[in-house]
């Protein structure tokens, strides 16, 4: 097992690479550079600040000496926000998206695994296609709509939950942004799990574990549930990116100072090494959760780690 | 065929018709401010359908226009990740053996990647134009498409018919345009379905944190974004868009789940 972790690992490298190499490049393909927009600079102060950055190197050393401080968790100053580093900036903000991605991944796994056993269990029934009806629509509907009409709603119509996140502690402003932002995973999740449950509860050990009197509540527990929830737990990975995604918008609606905004923000002022440092950091986490739930996948079914 | 895709399939052809037809209709255009007549709310005295901007523009208009942008940048996002997915799905399927591993192993790891943070890196990095966009958006799609396309050739290159092709002479590339490619026509069509609405949410999503489409222009992205702002005093600037741009997504999910079913009976999710 820890053999097979180790493989995993060291095949993550050439991937976090690739992202590296890409982001990077695509950054400094653009046209103008990150001094362009502002005031016309007499030639000399400028070439002060681009030395400052290093910018005056040529392209394969900064991308070098990039690299090496992306190993040492160092992505440079922040062009935008001139007394903080990108590092310093991430370390600040993520812990808020944290929290909410977290909890958001939680609460579409447990709503999205129960509605989707209980239509398995109703399959063809009213409630059943009710509850089918209602995933499809789950997934149709981007978190960027959801979030706003349920602020609408919650907020602003019922004055139930408060819209925004500054000047509102407790839990009570968590709820919309992470309900928004699981929304869409329940449903999907809903649909996974019923596809995956009717085929095992057709299969063979189920119908020999009710013949010998279980009833269904201990059929599905001690039984069903795990077989039933390796897709779920493959979608995971899928899972993660898209709540990272929704985060940026969520953050955004709610005014959340996470790392969704930052980034949005960081691309609108075109603050390059803010959004590269994001770009990377993002991509290195959802790499690494996609290996964990690999290694989750291995534990539940041994089978996978002999191939 | 179902009754379900005839009806999915008029419904949004109807709304395609009207989107193209309405604004040509209205009095109003989607870019002509009128201080006089800000945030109001719908009503059919005076042609304001859908109501009124913050700038007073007529939201008919601008929704219909928002629709035009929306479905445009989705049918040519997913053309381009039609092509790219079936050249490299159809290659990598039918060259088979280490090329195919190779390929489709790259194709695994850029599954891995938060594709859509690269199309915003994209977006900052280079002027905002049309054209980026449609690459952009399509270029992020087209692994599915690939990975499918594959699967089919994998399978069709076994098959007599090609076997036979390859006999009489035919060469690679004829057998694979002319022998494969046809008879992959279904399954492409049923994936293209299912990729419109990815299409369509990339673009929205990047319209709305106003990356996309830039002003005066719209799309159903922005238009949601201008609700948001907007929503406690006029509600229907962010019920109108989200509305349209929510049944048009569901309508498509709709559509490409029964092809899929219609086309195949393995279903599944």
Not at chain 1, 85 to 92: F, K, R
Not at chain 1, 167 to 186: E, F, H, M, Y
Not at chain 2, 19 to 41: E, R
Not at chain 2, 238 to 264: E, H, K, S
Request: net charge neutral.
């Amino acid at each position: 097992m820890l053999l097979y972790a180790l493989k995993r690992l060291l095949g993550a490298i050439p991937t976090l690479l690739l992202v590296i190499t890409l982001a990077f490049l695509m950054v400094h393909a653009a046209p103008g550079g990150p001094f362009d927009d502002e005031r016309v600079l007499p030639p000399e102060t400028r070439a002060a600040l681009e030395a400052a950055y290093n910018l005056d190197q040529p392209l394969h050393r900064q991308f070098l000496n990039y690299l090496a401080g992306v190993v040492t968790g160092d992505l440079g100053p922040s062009y935008h926000y001139r007394d903080y580093s990108v590092a310093e900036l991430i370390g600040n903000a993520f812990p808020v998206s944290l929290q909410l991605g977290s909890m958001a991944i939680l609460l579409a796994v447990l709503a999205g695994v129960a509605a989707g056993t209980y239509a398995a269990l109703h399959r063809n029934t009213l409630l059943d296609r009710i509850v089918m009806g209602l995933a499809l629509t789950g997934i149709s509907i981007p978190v960027f709509v959801i979030a706003p009409v349920l602020v609408l709603l919650f907020a602003v119509k019922l004055q139930w939950l408060p819209a925004g996140w500054s000047g509102n502690d407790g839990a009570g402003r968590l709820i919309l942004p992470v309900v928004s932002l699981a929304l869409p995973q329940i449903a999907y999740i809903a649909r996974l799990t019923r596809a995956s449950m009717i085929d095992v509860l057709s299969s063979d050990f189920i119908r020999t574990a009710r013949a010998q009197g279980l009833g269904t509540r201990a059929v599905i527990r001690y039984h069903a549930l795990q077989p039933a929830m390796l897709p779920v737990l493959s979608y995971m990975g899928p899972a993660i990116a898209a709540i990272l995604t929704g985060s940026v918008v969520v953050e955004e609606i709610f005014g959340i100072p996470g790392l969704g905004r930052f980034f949005v923000n960081g691309a609108l002022n075109r603050d390059y090494t803010l959004v590269l440092g994001i770009v990377i950091f993002y991509a290195a986490l959802v790499v690494l959760l996609n290996l964990l739930v690999d290694l989750l996948y291995g534990v539940i079914d041994p089978r996978i780690r002999r191939r | 065929m179902s009754r379900g895709i005839k009806v999915c399939g008029g419904i949004l052809l109807g709304i395609v018709v009207v989107a193209l037809l309405g604004p040509m209709l209205s009095p109003h255009s989607y870019d002509q401010v009128n201080f006089d007549a800000q945030l109001m709310a719908p009503t059919t005295s005076d042609g304001h359908l859908f109501g009124t901007d913050d700038l007073g523009r007529d939201l008919f208009v601008r929704s219909m226009l928002g629709v035009q942008v929306t479905i445009l940048v989705a049918v040519v996002a997913s053309i381009v990740s039609l092509v790219i997915g079936v050249v490299y799905g159809a290659i990598a399927g039918y060259a088979g053996g280490r090329v195919d591993a190779l390929m489709m192993r790259f194709v695994d790891t850029l599954y891995a990647l938060p594709f859509i943070f690269f199309v915003i890196l994209l977006m900052v990095a280079f002027e905002r134009n049309f054209l980026l966009i449609f690459v952009a958006i399509g270029a992020i799609n087209w692994l599915d498409m690939a990975r499918i396309v594959r699967g089919q050739t994998l399978s069709l290159r076994e098959r007599e018919f090609v076997e036979a092709a390859r006999l009489m002479g035919a060469s690679p590339a004829r057998v694979l345009f002319r022998h494969i490619a046809p008879n992959l026509v279904g399954v492409v069509v049923v994936y293209v379905t299912l990729t419109i609405p990815q299409a369509i949410l990339v673009e929205s999503f990047l319209s709305f944190l106003g990356l996309g489409i830039q002003e005066p222009q719209t799309s159903l992205g922005s238009l949601v974004y201008a609700g948001v702002a907007q929503m406690e005093g006029a509600s229907h600037m962010l019920l109108i868009p989200a509305t349209l741009l929510a049944t048009i997504l569901l309508l498509f999910n709709f559509l490409g789940d029964a092809l899929r079913d219609a086309f195949d009976a393995r279903g599944g999710v």
